[in-house]
Every structure is written in C-alpha cells, then in structure tokens.
C-alpha cells in the first residue's frame, strides 16, 4: 500500500501537504491534507495503512457513505465523497484548521486539564445537536465516539467527525473472533473494528457495555455512554472514571469489566447527575433521545446561570458560502471575502461564526470599528469563545481603548481557556506600553510554561527582558526570568540572566544555584566559573571557591583574581605556609599589581603578623600612588584605613 509524502500527488490531482498517523504511528489509518487546483482549501483524503481485500473495500465505501449521508452541520465534520483513486480507497472530508495553540480535538483540550463548566455545557449541547441532526438523517449510531473523533474549530465549536469509519477503518488488522475470544490477547488492545454480529467494536476506555458484545445492534444510546466518559474526563480534570489497571495482560477483559461492574468514581460536578445517567450500564437507562440529554444539559446550565447559544441548522450550500469567505481571506480577496461572509450573517444573524468571521475581515481590512461591531455580535450571541475574545481585545487596543477594556478582553479569553497562550500574547504589548511589567512577566512567564518550544512565545520573552532590564524593573525581570528557567531548564542565557539578577539584589545563594546550572550547560563559560569562584568565596565554601580558581587557573582566565582568592581561601583552611608559597612566585612575576600585595597583607593579618601586613601594604600604597587607575582614588583611601587600622592593633 502506498504511503505518500509531502509533496507527493496523489492521483496526480491532490498535493500532499501534511501526513497524519500512518506507519509505526498509527494502529489504523492514515491521513492526508491535500491542495488541489479546483478547490480553494485544502481538505483531508483518509484511507487505510495497508491493502484490503475487494470485501473490505466495499464495506469501507459503503460505510464512508454513512458519514457522507451525515450532511452538512455546523456540528458536524462534513465528508464530502469517497472514490478509489491510484488502487486505494479515500474518503475526503472538511479540514479542521488548528488554532494558534496547534489544537483542533478534545484530547489536546483534555490534556491541559480541567475545562471551565461552560465550555463543558456548550460542547455537551454542540455533540448532541450534531448527532442528532445526523440521527435524523439516517445515521442511526457513531459506535467510536471519543475525544479524537470531536473535533474543535477555530471559533471554538465541537463537531463530530469520522462518522461509521469506525466500523472499517481496520477491517482486515484482526482476525475475526467471536464473544469472550476476543478478550485473550496478550498485548493491550486499545481500537477493536469487527461489526459483524457478536463481536466487538470502538476504542475501548470509550465502549459501552453491549459494543463489547453485539457491535452491531448498537445504537445511539450506545454513543451517548461514550460521551458520558468524555463528560467525566472534562470535569474531572482528564481523570478516567474507573479504575482500570495499566498492567493488565488483557486489556479487553479488563476495560469490559470496568464498563460492565464498576460505578463512576465520584467526582465534584453539577454536571454529575447527568455523567451518571449516561453511563447507567444498561442502554434503556440511559438518555432515550438527544432531546432529553439536552434538556438536563439545559436545566444544569440554567441553575449555573449559564446561557448557552441556541442551535443554528446551516444549509450545505451555506456552509461553502462561509467556507469561501475564508477561503478568499486566505487568497488575499477581501473585497469577495467581505461579500460572501456579509450574505452568510445576512441568512445566519444568530449564528456567532458569521460575525466572527465577519469581525476578522473587517480586520484585515483596516476597518477597525466595523470589526469591534461584528465581535461584540459574536459575543452577545456566545459569551464563551475565546477565540472571539481574543479578537475583541486585539481591536480594543487598536482603536486606543482604555487599558482596563483590553485587559477585560484578553482577562475573559483566558478565563474560558486558561491555556491560550496567543491571548496572553497580545496583552504583552499594551501592558508593556503602561509600563505594568510585573503582570506582563507574570502572564509570560506563565506561557512560557505552557507553551516553551513555541516561537513567538520565546520571541516576546526575550524582548520583554529587554524591557526589564532597560527600565531597571528587576521584580518583573526576576519573575519572567524564574519561569523561563522553570519552563526551560536548558536555556544558558535565561540562568545566566537570572544570576546577574540575583547579584544585583544580594541574593548570593541563588546566584550560586543559577551560575552553577550556567556551568553545567556550558562548562566552557569562564565568566560563570568567576561568578561561582567569588561567591563561593564570600559564602566561605572553601573547597568550593579552590576548584573553580583551579579551573580559572588551568585556562588563564582572570588569573590575578584567582590567584588572590586561592591564596586567601589557603589561609583561611590553615595552610599559611602554603598560602605564601603559593603567593609568592605570582608577586615575583606581577610586582607592579597592588591587588596581589593586599592580598599579602591580609594574609599576614589573619595571621596576627601585623608588621608584615603593614609593609605588605606600604607596598600597595606606593603602586597606587603612581597609578593612573580610575579607582585609585577609592583604592587609595582604602589602604589608608587598613594602615591606620592595622597600626592603631600593632
């Protein structure tokens, strides 16, 4: 079976710009975002890893048409044909664009963590729009519904994808068994595909009950116990509602006894008494219709005080009327953009993606208050897009609005998706046009931590530190500096700033820590082994302080520093004698450096040899009197002290 490559044809129509799964990647199919001449997007081809008999690619056909057949739905993920094409089978479908975070399903959203509850509530009705739009269409059960098959687009809408693909994605990959066989195997088995009466199907954390036995008589009920795992993981933080052992030799077995025996682990939510009923072990306990599932959906929704955006039903001729518009932004046509996407609001005045759309058209066009109109729009109709949000604190500081309206702005962005990094992003630069440093380093820091590997992020990171630093803002400088570190412990130059800082403000403990850390990335940074000779002297490591002037010795780095810190650490451990030996050969060779001639005296000193300490002194007084140092002044009047002290204990 062919597996094909960015840019590869496929069929010599369709370029291949992205590969999705596939081998060693995927256990089942493969995917393609492909270009073509005739479409003004692009759109993804699937189909399978490996060849199929002629049986499986009818039944792989025929059940891509029952996705087909699903429609067009603002809730759905439109399929739009399926065709052999160069000997293999594709199915072609919508292509949901990731945001600026790189995610467009659940699991990516999951994976964060705990979803606010009204993000919960608008994805839970969103599902059960789609599917039952897809129910009245022929489309009596998904039988693989889970966090990868719910997708969320740009406006931050879930629509269900992979309608019936389930059922033959892997056909041909498991032999066929029957009943408890299929519970035996030895590896972990996470997506079972037979459909065939008696057997097994969907991705086990995710199957229902009865798909562990009779797949095929399945219904929609069946789906809605899968989304009640879903509604678990998403209020409970991603935690799975059973407890299933990792270790189990028999995967199956073990998911098909927590599905069958155990109860949902209690769990903090509103939402609790619905989960429950979802995933009542028996299907004719559970939610007989769509209809009733949104109507407790509903009800918690009003006890939170929630509102939630009334369904719109989007015809398919208008869902390429919206398409179009964004293709044509992308193509640079704004003019046509803004034609197409004003018809699309003129029809769909309830629906918030218009005027959303609509919003960032207007954007590109420079047309700032027709923008701000068409986002407030979008969010009257659907306070809970981030995405919308985002947009509106964009505009706001576009248009010079007060800094409290922008921070409203992105402060809500971020309230319904604390890990939008884009958003925090955006408040960076009017936060640091205020000069509120403090809280444009925290937020950075903060998505630093998120997203560390993520261009931009780092781009702001490093301008905003120069801002710190060159407004003297050492607070927020430590701050930002404290998370960077954290977020990205390999980055020298972040330890190395962050140790500057911590001199600056006498903290020589944390100092040590961060040149140390400078030391161990990059052992060949001398000005870090200085950092560490001195401050290990001051904080009388002794053992400490002798290595790195051994290191800065052995390189010829700052010699006279080390020198003079080696001597007075040798002293200071009891190796006066030694002290001197080792001193002296450098005064031989530098007897023109007062430094090294103090040093000398402070040995002496230490020692209570005070006669010595003074004619060591005496010496460093004549080279600074002819010096032309620009601390000879300040090194002068100290001499002076230390000989008036140093005669005054004679």
Not at 210 to 236: N, P, T
Not at 250 to 266: G, I, K, M
Not at 290 to 309: C, M, T, W
Not at 513 to 537: G, M, T
Request: aromatic content about 8%; glycine content about 6%; hydrophobic content about 40%.
């Amino acid at each position: 079976m062919q597996q094909y490559k960015p840019g590869d044809r496929i069929g010599g129509e369709y370029t291949v710009l992205k590969v999705f799964g596939g081998e060693n990647q995927s256990g089942m199919g493969v995917v393609y975002l492909v270009q073509n001449r005739e479409i003004p997007r692009p759109i993804v081809l699937k189909t399978f890893q490996r060849a199929l008999s002629s049986d499986a690619k009818r039944q792989f056909v025929s059940e891509a048409h029952a996705w087909i057949k699903a429609g067009a739905h603002t809730n759905i993920v439109q399929a739009y044909w399926v065709r052999e094409i160069a000997g293999q089978v594709f199915v072609a479908a919508e292509y949901v664009e990731p945001d600026e975070e790189g995610r467009n399903n659940l699991t990516q959203y999951l994976s964060a963590g705990q979803l606010r509850p009204e993000i919960v509530l608008l994805w839970a009705v969103q599902f059960c729009h789609g599917m039952d739009y897809a129910r009245s269409r022929g489309v009596l059960a998904h039988r693989d519904i889970k966090p990868d098959n719910l997708m969320i687009d740009g406006s931050a809408s879930l629509k269900v994808t992979d309608f019936g693909l389930a059922k033959s994605i892997d056909l041909d990959a498991v032999p066929q068994q029957r009943g408890w066989r299929l519970f035996g195997r030895k590896q972990p088995v996470e997506t079972v595909s037979k459909t065939v009466t008696g057997s097994a199907m969907g991705t086990l954390p995710y199957m229902a009950p009865e798909q562990f036995l009779d797949a095929k008589s399945a219904d929609h009920r069946a789906d809605i116990y899968s989304f009640g795992i879903i509604l678990y993981q998403m209020v409970a933080g991603n935690r799975y509602p059973y407890l299933v052992r990792s270790d189990a030799p028999d995967a199956a077995a073990e998911f098909f006894r927590a599905h069958t025996d155990q109860t949902p682990l209690p769990v903090e939510s509103p939402l609790m008494p619905v989960i429950a009923r979802c995933l009542q072990k028996a299907p004719n306990r559970r939610y007989a219709t769509y209809d009733a599932f949104l109507s407790d959906l509903s009800s918690v929704a009003r006890g939170l005080q929630i509102k939630l955006p009334k369904v719109v039903h989007v015809t398919k001729e208008d869902e390429e009327l919206y398409a179009q518009a964004q293709s044509y932004v992308a193509l640079g046509d704004k003019d046509r953009a803004l034609r197409a996407i004003d018809e699309y609001v003129s029809k769909y005045a309830t629906n918030e993606c218009g005027w959303t759309e609509k919003g960032r058209i207007h954007f590109e066009r420079g047309e700032y208050a027709q923008a701000l109109a068409a986002t407030k729009n979008s969010l009257e109709i659907n306070p809970y897009n981030t995405h919308a949000w985002n947009n509106l604190g964009i505009l706001l500081n576009r248009t010079s609005a007060p800094i409290t309206e922008v921070k409203k702005a992105f402060a809500n962005a971020l309230q319904f998706d604390p890990y939008n990094t884009a958003a925090m992003m955006n408040l960076i630069g009017p936060l640091v046009l205020h000069k509120e440093f403090l809280e444009a380093a925290t937020l950075t820091a903060r998505a630093l931590k998120l997203r560390p590997d993520k261009p931009l992020v780092r781009q702001k990171a490093e301008a905003l530190i120069k801002e710190c630093l060159s407004e003297r803002h050492v607070e927020a400088a430590e701050t930002l500096l404290s998370g960077w570190t954290e977020a990205r412990p390999t980055d020298t130059d972040a330890w190395h700033n962050l140790g500057l800082i911590s001199l600056d403000k006498g903290s020589s403990d944390r100092a040590i820590q961060c040149f140390k850390r400078v030391h161990e990335l990059s052992p060949q940074d001398n000005f870090a082994i200085v950092q560490l000779a001195k401050l290990c002297y001051q904080k009388k490591k002794a053992r400490e302080c002798l290595d790195y002037c051994n290191k800065l010795l052995q390189r010829g780095c700052e010699p006279l520093l080390a020198v003079g810190l080696k001597a007075r650490v040798l002293n200071f451990i009891g190796g006066y004698e030694q002290a001197l030996d080792f001193l002296h050969p450098y005064l031989d060779h530098n007897p023109g450096n007062d430094a090294l001639w103090v040093v000398l005296s402070e040995i002496h000193e230490y020692r209570d040899n005070y006669d010595a300490a003074i004619k060591a002194l005496q010496g460093a007084k004549r080279l600074l009197e002819r010096s032309k140092s620009k601390h000879r002044a300040d090194n002068l009047r100290f001499v002076d002290q230390k000989l008036q002290q140093l005669s005054a204990m004679r």
